[in-house]
């Protein structure tokens, strides 16, 4: 009975940590945001859409910067999926290329042109958006 408790907890134990193995031996976790992004601060970013991704496991949308330090940049912004978009009331049409656009994002802490916005309002042909 012993050895049959010894062997169940082993395989129990192994099994678990097989779960959450990758192929190159680290472990799964989701990313933190803060870890990427300055979540204490704002840039905004003004442009015209040129894609949006609609896509897990996150949404992105990218924006050719008319204004500011990324001026003449494409910029990639970081959104939520497509699933949490949708509880927000979020559209996978809701934002087309040549959309004008103005939204606040977290500023990559790499400095490059490179944002994230999980939950921001966001100005899309002089149209306030707001997520729910």
């Known amino acids: 009975?012993?050895?049959?408790?010894?062997?169940?907890?082993?395989?129990?134990?192994?099994?678990?940590?097989?779960a959450f193995m990758t192929p190159n031996g680290f472990l799964l976790a989701h990313h933190g945001t803060s870890t990427s992004y300055h979540q204490d601060q704002t840039v905004q970013i003004v442009g015209k859409v040129t894609e949006f991704a609609w896509k897990?496991?996150?949404?992105?949308?990218?924006?050719?910067?008319?204004?500011?330090?990324?001026?003449?940049?494409?910029?990639?912004?970081?959104?939520?999926?497509?699933?949490?978009?949708?509880?927000?009331g979020w559209t996978k049409k809701q934002f087309a290329p040549g959309d004008d656009i103005a939204i606040g994002v977290h500023?990559?802490?790499?400095?490059?042109?490179?944002?994230?916005?999980l939950s921001c309002t966001v100005v899309v042909n002089g149209k306030e958006i707001k997520p729910r």
């Open 1 to 18: 009975m012993r050895k049959t408790v010894c062997l169940a907890a082993m395989f129990g134990i192994a099994t678990v940590l097989t």
């Open 56 to 88: 897990n496991p996150h949404s992105q949308l990218y924006i050719d910067v008319t204004e500011g330090p990324f001026k003449g940049q494409n910029y990639a912004v970081e959104l939520n999926s497509p699933g949490v978009m949708v509880r927000q």
């Open 107 to 117: 500023p990559s802490r790499a400095g490059t042109a490179v944002g994230e916005c």
